[in-house]
T-cell receptor
Framework: GAVVSQHPSWVICKSGTSVKIECRSL??????MFWYRQFPKQSLMLMAT?????????EQGVEKDKFLINHASLTLSTLTVTSAHPEDSSFYIC??????????????FGSGTRLTVV | KNEVEQSPQNLTAQEGEFITINCSYS?????LHWLQQHPGGGIVSLFM???GKKKHGRLIATINIQEKHSSLHITASHPRDSAVYIC????????????FGKGTKLTVNP
């Protein structure tokens, strides 16, 4: 249980175009989802926290107009990289916190999206 | 200095060896997570710890809150254990954010 499905797993796009990445919680409701970026040989860095029905909370240094996050339902959050540039090429991964019972929440991750901007 | 430090950065072992990966952190935490990231990038949550020790199959995770240190052990390692193992901590005060270590790349040779 507690699966997060992320699509696409990889995408190549031209500089200046926009790319949308989807994350769906398949068997639980996710009021909050997290979006991370990982550069080669680096640790995951939190970009933003996505809240269902409200605006996302962005980490310092992350451009909210460039990385648009929409969390319109309890099972779907999307990240749109607008006007992508080669420096946006990275591995993007989402996660959510399924309820495990007994007042405890875990973390489950999507499979990630490798974005290459050419 | 990173809030979460892992050692070693890289580890090569022979099949069957006992593996230990260490994680030290500098902040107060509510929980520590061990994650496994495979070459394709997908991440699997292995353990969530707030105290003591947990065991799942050949994997054992321990945490010492006073010393701000955790270890992940793999017994009877196998080539399929080859992956990057990441330590992540969640802060106190109801924070949901995880702070990640840089990971330990484990290669188990047959």
């Amino acid at each position: 249980g507690a699966v997060v499905s992320q699509h696409p797993s990889w995408v190549i796009c031209k500089s200046g175009t926009s790319v949308k990445i989807e994350c769906r919680s398949l068997d639980f409701q996710a009021t909050t989802m997290f979006w991370y970026r990982q550069f080669p040989k680096q640790s995951l860095m939190l970009m933003a926290t996505s809240n269902e029905g409200s605006k996302a909370t962005y980490e310092q240094g992350v451009e909210k107009d460039k990385f648009l996050i929409n969390h319109a339902s309890l099972t779907l959050s999307t990240l749109t990289v607008t006007s992508a540039h080669p420096e946006d090429s990275s591995f993007y991964i989402c996660s959510a916190r399924p309820y495990l019972g007994g007042g405890s929440y875990g973390y489950t991750f999507g499979s990630g999206t490798r974005l290459t901007v050419v | 200095k990173n809030e979460v430090e892992q050692s070693p950065q890289n580890l090569t072992a022979q099949e069957g060896e006992f593996i230990t990966i260490n994680c030290s952190y500098s902040v107060g935490i509510s929980a520590l997570h061990w994650l496994q990231q495979h070459p394709g990038g997908g991440i699997v949550s292995l353990f969530m710890l707030s105290s003591g020790k947990k065991k799942h199959g050949r994997l054992i995770a321990t945490i010492n809150i006073q010393e701000k240190h955790s270890s992940l052990h793999i017994t009877a390692s196998h080539p399929r254990d080859s992956a990057v193992y990441i330590c992540a901590v969640r802060g106190q005060g109801g924070s949901e954010k995880l702070v990640f270590g840089k990971g330990t790349k484990l290669t188990v040779n047959p």
